[in-house]
């Protein structure tokens, strides 16, 4: 069944170096010269992974003896057992936060097995972790996506504590719901912050556990991520079973993202005009304040796309109504900055189609910022391979270069050798490879990608 929660092995290694028996008697000591109630926060505290502040130790950690006393209490222990942890995220205050070694974590573990509490406070830990995923989701759709994917990385470890369902004390596929609804509400940082293979395992490992029908949201994550990782023939199958899931449930607003997942497979596949119906009937199902999933500003970003090459005003359109909705949303929540970084790449397309050259780059340098400043390996990549096609008519081919060699090395790096981008993407790579192979012979356009792979795309896009 393997390790449980908040019990490291006795050869892990603390800061670089092994635990060895010097550590482990050191911590001991530091335990017993420790009072009760330092004792017991101790143990308790021993189920995080990772570094944890006054108000996660509260929730955790203050029931029973320790009701309304984690504060002081941690206050004393702080010296004796933990290190303080640098922390630069700019969400809610919770106090400074602390890091317990692994040493000292092996001798509270065994000391909360031996007083009976471990299952107890796993439970506790667990229940944390739900409202952590659920704030980092709200904090997404409230327009703090930022704050949101800070938040779900710093307590990553933590939060992949709660996902794995085989070290809770249940049976495993009586821990799958915990762990789907902690998945699921990171959607974002999968799917948008660019750790999808990631996302995608650990959703895998969790669906593998559940007995019963699974959640149709997490069947349209599961499908999500399959599209994302360039397989659109792994997600169909996935989008069929969410459906008879969501239509079972009565859930609406599930109908209405998988409307909008079967418009990204079509747009994907080539396929604007059925793309552009799907994303339609996501507007008509997704509420006008949606609590989860790709907001509105996000379909119609996505409905420009599909209009972006074939029908200007059509997709012109489609901006005006992602600005119109995107300041109704404003008066209570920030930017989807997702959405805008897709919004600049449809505004790109339409400015070189007005032949405004310099304007249409920088609105696609603006989406590779953006993209790469939130983590979208796909994103990035899409705007790297259109601001190429800019540098292009610009008659700056080595600059185009540069970026498609970078874009080589970002895919390979994410993703494995299956992996194969959208029509919407290859059409314009192959424009610009064909162009490039004009003004170039192979030597010196393949010395231009090894000099756009080593200078990367973070430097390529601070250049105008």
């Known amino acids: 069944m393997g390790r449980v929660a908040g019990e490291p092995p006795e050869d892990e290694v603390l800061w670089g170096e092994p635990v060895g028996a010097g550590q482990l008697a050191a911590a001991e000591e530091g335990y017993q010269a ?33 009701a309304g006393a984690v504060g002081p209490v941690l ?16 969400g809610e205050d919770g106090g400074p936060r602390f890091w317990m070694p692994h040493a000292v974590r092996a001798v509270g573990a065994r000391r909360l097995t031996a007083r009976g509490d471990r299952w107890a406070v796993v439970l506790r830990h667990r229940g944390w972790c739900v409202r952590v995923a659920r704030r980092a989701a709200e904090w997404w759709q409230r327009g ?78 599961a499908a999500f991520l399959e599209l994302e990782m360039g397989r659109p023939e792994a997600a169909d199958p996935l ?40 994303f339609r009937e996501a507007l008509r199902q997704i509420g006008d304040v949606p609590d989860f999933g790709p907001t509105r500003e996000a379909c119609w970003a996505s409905l420009a796309l599909c209009f972006s090459r074939t029908d200007p005003e059509a997709a012109q359109e489609a ?6 909705e995107g300041a109704g949303r404003r008066t209570w929540a920030g930017r989807d900055l997702y959405a805008d970084a897709w919004a600049h790449h449809a505004r790109a397309e339409l400015l070189a189609w007005d032949g405004e050259r310099a304007r249409a780059a920088e609105h696609a340098r603006r989406a590779l910022r953006e993209h790469l400043r939130l983590g979208s390996a796909v994103g990035a990549a899409c705007a790297a391979e259109l601001l190429a096609q800019m540098r292009l008519l610009d008659g700056r081919a080595d600059r185009a270069a540069h970026l498609l060699g970078a874009v080589d090395l970002l895919r390979t790096s994410v993703f494995d050798t299956s992996y194969r981008p ?31 792979a080593r200078i990367g795309l973070f430097a390529l896009s601070r250049e105008r």
Request: aromatic residues 6%; charged residues 30%.
């Open 144 to 221: 703090r996506q930022l704050d949101a994917r800070d938040l779900a990385l710093r307590e990553l470890p933590d939060l992949a504590a709660g996902m794995d369902p085989t070290t809770a004390p249940l049976s495993p596929s009586d821990e799958t719901g915990t762990a789907l609804e902690i998945a699921v509400s990171l959607w974002f940082l999968w799917v948008a912050c660019g750790r999808l293979v990631e996302g995608r395992t650990r959703l895998r490992h969790i669906l593998s556990l559940h007995q019963g029908p699974p959640p149709a949201r997490a069947l349209w994550l």
């Open 319 to 324: 901006l005006d109504r992602l600005e119109l």
């Open 239 to 278: 989008l069929v079973q969410a459906w008879a899931g969501a239509v079972r449930d009565g859930d609406d607003h599930c109908l209405g993202l998988l409307a909008h997942l079967r418009g990204a497979v079509a747009l994907y596949q080539g396929r604007p005009r059925a793309a552009a119906a799907e």
């Open 422 to 452: 959208g029509k919407y993407c290859t059409v314009a790579r192959a424009r610009s490879e064909e162009a490039l192979r004009e003004l170039l012979d192979d030597p010196k356009l393949r010395e231009a990608y090894e000099e756009g």
């Open 75 to 90: 206050d004393r222990l702080a010296s004796l057992a933990l290190l303080p942890v640098d922390d630069l995220f700019d």
């Open 34 to 66: 420790a009072g009760p109630a330092e004792r017991l926060l101790w143990e308790r505290l021993s189920v995080f992974e990772g570094a944890f502040d006054r108000r996660a130790a509260e929730e955790v950690c203050g029931y029973g003896a320790l």
